[in-house]
């Protein structure tokens, strides 16, 4: 497939999703796509379970979230390979499942990621326990790596 071949699939598969996410809303079936919502935050506090299922329910299906998906090659390409700026504090975050390569298939996430890094002094990854969801249920350690980094940072000044 070609990369416009590639977006035409994406659009297309993306405006049925969007079209058929608006009568799941009207009709009350959106109850049965919480139930897989709640599968995939599992893991998270029981005091941000519902939040979560209305933030994905609206966001996932938005049109804009169509659109972003559509054209997410074609506005990575350009990017692709190319370092941070040296002067650009960067802490990616990457759920070790992630960074086994347990998702979409045999990509070595933390090594693509560490490749993009060109200020190890002001640039790092953190790997963390979970999925490519980790952000919705590992908030705490999220929390702590980010206020560490911050610190670090004013440090180093």
Request: proline letters at 4%; a neutral charge; charged letters at 25%.
């Amino acid at each position: 497939l070609t990369p416009g071949e590639y977006e035409k699939i994406l659009k297309r598969s993306g405006e049925s999703q969007y079209f058929a996410q608006r009568i799941f809303e009207l009709t009350g079936f959106v109850r049965i796509q919480c139930n897989y919502y709640r599968q995939i935050f599992r893991f998270s506090r029981k005091e941000d379970l519902n939040v979560l299922e209305e933030m994905s329910v609206r966001q996932y299906s938005s049109m804009n979230s169509v659109q972003e998906r559509v054209y997410a090659y074609r506005n990575a390409k350009p990017v692709t390979g190319k370092p941070y700026p040296e002067d650009l504090p960067v802490l990616f975050l990457l759920g070790n499942y992630s960074a086994e390569g347990k998702v979409y298939g045999e990509i070595d996430w933390e090594q693509l990621h560490r490749s993009q890094l060109s200020n190890p002094e002001i640039q790092e990854i953190k790997i963390l326990q979970g999925n490519q969801y980790f952000v919705y249920y590992n908030v705490d350690a999220i929390a702590k790596n980010a206020q560490e980094f911050i610190n670090m940072l004013g440090q180093s000044k």
